[in-house]
């Protein structure tokens, strides 16, 4: 089931936890608790995050839903748009096709001091991986649907929807988990310290599910133990289905973040995919060393 831990109250984590990745400037800090103890399991509904485990149930109405891969097969969403440069066959954005993306991935350089579960009832078995100038995961993909209200993102179609997200854009706004692609990363801890890794509020990742690249930010934090998670654009734009409580990918969803980048501002996708484009480009020919 999904549960969560209480959240802090905006004046306890203020500043120091969401205002620095408002600002201009170098990307925010991962701080050591922020979301740690808003995106979690066992916690009321509408404080936070979520991930998403087998079976699933609400924990606001007790009422069970299947896990993702047990659901009956769902019609994708459309493929998105093929950026006019990209090689014949590309999906998604960009030139840089999923298939260079995952040969770069093939093998670990294990940066985490001990593994993650992609569930609360899972066992521990993904490592975070690294090179020069990326990390990298590959785990399942649950559903973020926090941030600001929306039509498939609010209290009545997620009973944990949080209105709250660890980063906020540029007017000082959660962000729109229905409308920004964003990715969810651990809360700093004993396993792994993103943001000692270059890994802050607004650093650009690229999402790859079969042959499918979607570019993303981070945008929001979990629990220290939990990994594979992003927003419902980010679901929606790989083809997975974006349901809050019966969408996401089981497995197969590998999440490459480049160190020390940034959008700017952070609810720019423009930007993030030109970024990102870049970046990916230098990873697949193996110019970041």
Request: aromatic residues 4%; hydrophobic residues 35%; contains cysteine.
């Amino acid at each position: 089931m999904r549960v969560r831990v209480p959240t802090l109250t905006l004046a306890a984590v203020g500043a120091a936890l969401i205002a620095p990745a408002t600002l201009p400037g170098p990307a925010a800090a991962l701080p050591p608790e922020a979301r740690a103890t808003t995106h979690g399991k066992g916690a009321t509904p509408g404080t936070g995050p979520r991930k998403n485990v087998a079976p699933r149930a609400s924990a606001h109405a007790g009422a069970a839903h299947e896990h993702p891969a047990a659901t009956p097969a769902r019609s994708a969403p459309p493929a998105p748009a093929r950026h006019e440069n990209a090689p014949a066959g590309a999906r998604g954005e960009g030139a840089v096709t999923a298939e260079d993306l995952l040969a770069r991935v093939g093998a670990c350089d294990q940066i985490s001091k001990g593994l993650y579960r992609t569930d609360e009832d899972s066992p521990e078995t993904v490592p975070v991986c690294g090179t020069r100038d990326a990390v990298f995961w590959k785990a399942d993909l649950d559903i973020d649907c926090d941030g600001r209200p929306s039509v498939h993102c609010n209290a009545r179609t997620d009973p944990l929807y949080s209105p709250e997200t660890a980063f906020h854009q540029s007017d000082g706004r959660p962000l729109s988990a229905e409308e920004l692609p964003y990715i969810v990363v651990p809360a700093a801890g004993p396993r792994w310290d993103p943001g000692a890794h270059g890994v802050r509020g607004g650093s650009v990742a690229a999402v790859v599910y079969r042959d499918r690249v979607q570019y993303a930010v981070v945008g929001d934090t979990g629990p220290g133990d939990l990994i594979g998670e992003a927003s419902y654009a980010t679901a929606k734009g790989l083809g997975i289905s974006p349901g809050p409580t019966d969408g996401g990918a089981a497995s197969g969803v590998t999440y490459i973040v480049f160190k020390d980048s940034r959008a700017e501002p952070i609810e720019d996708h423009a930007a993030t995919v030109a970024t990102g484009e870049r970046l990916a480009r230098q990873f697949v020919t193996g110019t970041d060393g």
